[in-house]
T-cell receptor, first 113, second 116 residues
Framework: DAMVIQNPRYQVTQFGKPVTLSCSQTLNHNVMYWYQQKSSQAPKLLFHYYDKDFNNEADTPDNFQSRRPNTSFCFLDIRSPGLGDAAMYLC????????????FGPGTRLTVL | AQKITQTQPGMFVQEKEAVTLDCTYDTSDQSYGLFWYKQPSSGEMIFLIYQGSYDEQNATEGRYSLNFQKARKSANLVISASQLGDSAMYFCAMSLRRGSNYKLTFGKGTLLTVNP
């Protein structure tokens, strides 16, 4: 089945140790998004790629970076994780920006020790 | 400012009964999209239903229907014949254009519990 896949599902890292989260999709969608969702809160958009064009949200900390080497894969890099970065990280895709439906992966739950 | 409001932090419903989850939105844009997502405790956001601002008919998808009242700026989700597996967090979201980009803004969610 076509889907959005996130690896790993659970990630534990140490304070300040860089970590990379992975997202892949078999939907051949043009747009890929990364959201941060803290406990009992709504998802918050960090950034998105429309094809190769990177679009950062104004309030996304510099500590968060992203790479999209090809259509299928997108990575979230956290350069120096702090305790406040512990959260669920959700990847989503859509065919196009706009009112097009976003399809989400299962998420990666990040713990920072 | 554009925003989504879900006024029910939690809702309870008996199995096999219908339930309505409220959502109101605030925007001056004419073109927008409204979505409902379900998030079980496992964390995955599952797309349920979509309503475009120009759609005249209310959207339906199986047991889910969206009661769209444009003048009141409300987009309530109706779940008919609730099942135990419907217990989850439900998010209402709105897609708006911002310059050359689009952004999906979520409400705070409603936690639905279906009782046997």
């Amino acid at each position: 089945d076509a889907m959005v896949i996130q690896n790993p599902r659970y990630q534990v890292t140490q304070f300040g140790k860089p970590v990379t989260l992975s997202c892949s999709q078999t939907l051949n969608h043009n747009v890929m998004y990364w959201y941060q969702q803290k406990s009992s809160q709504a998802p918050k958009l960090l950034f998105h790629y429309y094809d190769k064009d990177f679009n950062n949200e104004a309030d996304t900390p510099d500590n968060f970076q992203s790479r999209r080497p090809n259509t299928s894969f997108c990575f979230l890099d956290i350069r120096s994780p702090g305790l406040g970065d512990a959260a669920m990280y959700l990847c989503a895709t859509s065919r196009a920006p706009g009112a097009d439906t976003q399809y989400f992966g299962p998420g990666t739950r990040l713990t920072v020790l | 400012a554009q925003k989504i409001t879900q006024t029910q932090p939690g809702m309870f419903v008996q199995e096999k009964e219908a339930v309505t989850l409220d959502c109101t939105y605030d925007t001056s844009d004419q073109s927008y999209g409204l979505f409902w997502y379900k998030q079980p405790s496992s964390g995955e956001m599952i797309f349920l239903i979509y309503q475009g601002s120009y759609d005249e008919q209310n959207a339906t998808e199986g047991r889910y229907s969206l009661n769209f009242q444009k003048a009141r700026k409300s987009a309530n989700l109706v779940i008919s014949a609730s099942q135990l597996g419907d217990s989850a967090m439900y998010f209402c979201a709105m897609s708006l254009r911002r310059g050359s980009n689009y952004k999906l803004t979520f409400g705070k969610g409603t936690l639905l519990t279906v009782n046997p």
